[in-house]
């Protein structure tokens, strides 16, 4: 195992969001107090309690989840597809590290500002809401599982992109809405019987579902399917990797 | 190893693009540990892919390369270790310090951090006093050091330079040369691809030609130059001629400038090159010149012609 070479991008990585700082932490913070400012504080007063809990501290889990997914996305893409865009990924593929070095050092470094950033939001939601975590364990795991999950499917899309507008297209014609619609400001029960059939087709439903249950021990669906679903998802996005790697997708031709 | 001087050995090895671009057909080309070899050929010829594919970056669709021994494909680690690059293009990082990337590609390497080595490679590039400059500030000059210096940074025994003087002023490419024959002074075997012809004659060993994707030759550059090289004495004369007299018929001349010089082509590897005779001849012809000049044929020629023949 080539340990210096996992530690150098892993490092390499982090320095870049200790560069932007204000990009990278400050503005998904200013931009989730204001989620809390207008849906916890001005508007989710007038919401009646879902579930027992406040609308206010309903919407954290679904927010966390909007912010740890579209973090981990823009960071791993970002990470593996600028030396793709610069052509500094010569020195990466002619270095002697292994697909599983190169993935735990892009997809490592990207889950772990996710994490960093969340635990900042969950912060600051305190702020502004009451928020209580029923099952503190669970919550962590599905936090790290969702951070790895899609700082993989990040790096995938890194990958693929071959322009910078292809790279911004997936996490907001896609991921943005999935999350929006998947439970993210409301339990899906609250929706038509039909809306709510067409809704278990969203994979973001589970991660949110999971999430919101190891806060408030409230879930649209069972702990169980979440959990599958995640794993299921991450091992879906191992397996994109593989792939990339043994053909050569994009990077090795 | 394949051989006991050999440090890389590359052998039957073919490259097919997906579009069906034949880049590389059957190439064989062994290169021994210590030499500076360059690699000539025109724009097109094969010769980065060959690079990119010894050091990892392009898969081969055919044949085998060896570094040290070691297969490039199931035994990458090692082969990678042992290699440099720095590629044609100036493909630096851009928001980094010139310390920063440097650290980075050691680690990449797999090597632990060494502040000594690092120090060194950048004081020997002179970018000692740029190491905490942000790269994009550096000017092209700069940035083409700094890929060396990152290439460099993990103590690499093979050093291929894929162009390294493209588009470089005078005096840096003066600057390079210097650096590339401290490496190879320093036991470091080079490998340089180049189309300035005047390059590999100042610096190579032996020469490798490339061309339509097939190496055409491989020869040491001394021989190289005395087999194919041709040399002519040039004779200024006091008085024009029209044509060679019958008397020197026997001799390869030609006339120029007007009529008012003689070439002489012949052979420096010949028993008898001719000269004294012919000086003689001329004087019995009455044929009188003012000056006389020789003058040897450059690489760049040699190598327009080989490519010429090939085609």
Redesign the interface.
């Known amino acids: 195992m080539n340990w210096h070479g996992i530690k150098s991008i892993y490092k390499f990585e982090m320095a870049r969001t200790r560069r932007t700082l204000f990009q990278s932490i400050v503005s998904p913070v200013m931009s989730t107090s204001l989620y809390f400012v207008v849906f916890g504080a001005a508007i989710g007063s007038r919401i009646t309690e879902i579930d027992g809990v406040s609308y206010g501290s309903f919407i954290v889990p679904g927010l966390l989840m909007l912010s740890i997914l579209t973090e981990s996305i823009s960071n791993a893409s970002f990470g593996i597809y600028f030396p793709r865009f610069s052509g500094t990924i010569y020195e990466l593929l002619s270095a002697p590290v292994s697909v599983v070095e190169i993935v735990i050092g892009y997809v490592g470094a990207a889950a772990t500002k996710s994490i960093v950033l969340g635990g900042i939001i969950l912060a600051t939601a305190n702020l502004f809401v009451d928020v209580e975590i029923m099952h503190p364990g669970w919550m962590l795991l599905f936090l790290i599982l969702t951070a790895i999950t899609f700082s993989l499917f990040g790096f995938i899309l890194g990958v693929w992109a071959d322009n910078w507008e292809k790279l911004a297209i997936v996490p907001t014609l896609i991921i943005t809405p999935l999350t929006f619609l998947g439970g993210s400001f409301y339990s899906i029960s609250m929706l038509p019987p039909v809306w709510q059939t067409i809704t278990l087709f969203n994979p973001v439903v589970y991660l949110i579902s999971g999430f919101r249950w190891s806060f408030y021990g409230n879930a649209d669906v069972s702990l169980g399917l979440s959990l599958v679903m995640t794993g299921g998802f991450l091992f879906l996005c191992i397996g994109v990797v593989w792939w990339i790697f043994k053909t050569g997708y994009r990077l090795r031709i | 190893m394949s051989g006991a001087a050999n440090i890389i050995s590359v052998s039957g090895l073919g490259k097919t ?2 579009d069906g671009f034949e880049a590389l057909s059957n190439v064989n080309l062994d290169i021994n540990a210590g030499e500076i070899f360059a690699l000539l050929g025109p724009n097109g010829a094969g010769k980065t892919t060959l690079i990119n594919i010894i ?5 081969s669709t055919v044949g085998r390369v060896t570094v040290a021994g070691f297969d490039t494909v199931s035994e ?6 042992l ?1 440099g ?1 720095v ?1 044609q ?1 100036l ?6 310090s010139v310390w ?1 990337t440097i ?10 951090p060494n502040p000594g080595h690092l120090e060194k490679t950048l004081k020997s590039l002179s970018l000692w006093d740029k190491k905490d400059s942000v790269i994009m500030s550096l000017s092209g000059g700069m940035k083409r050091r700094v890929l060396i210096a ?1 290439a460099l940074a993990h103590e690499p025994q093979i050093l291929f330079l894929d162009e390294p003087t493209a588009g470089v002023d005078v005096e840096l490419r003066q600057d390079m040369w210097d650096i590339v024959r401290g490496l190879s002074d320093s036991g470091v075997t080079v490998i340089l691809t180049t189309h300035y012809i005047e390059e590999a004659e100042q610096m190579a060993d032996r020469i490798g030609v490339i061309n339509h994707g097939e190496i055409i030759l491989v020869q040491d550059k001394k021989s190289l130059m005395r087999e194919l090289g041709k040399k002519q004495l040039i004779l200024e004369l006091d008085e024009p001629l029209d044509a060679v007299p019958t008397a020197l018929a026997s001799y390869d001349l030609e006339i120029r400038a007007g009529g008012n010089e003689i070439i002489y082509n012949y052979d420096t590897q010949a028993e008898n090159t001719g000269i004294t005779t012919l000086l003689s001849d001329l004087r019995e012809a009455r044929i009188y010149f003012r000056d006389v000049k020789t003058t040897q044929s450059s690489l760049e020629e040699i190598f327009v012609g080989l490519v010429k023949r090939i085609k």
């Not at chain 2, 050091?55 to 898969?59: A, E, L």
């Not at chain 2, 990458?76 to 270790?81: D, E, G, N, P, V």
């Open positions: 693009y997906d050091c990892g970056i392009v898969n990458f680690r090692q082969t990678r270790s290699i690059l590629p293009e493909t630096t990082e851009t928001f980094e920063d650290a980075f590609s050691r680690g990449l390497f797999g090597k632990a990152k």
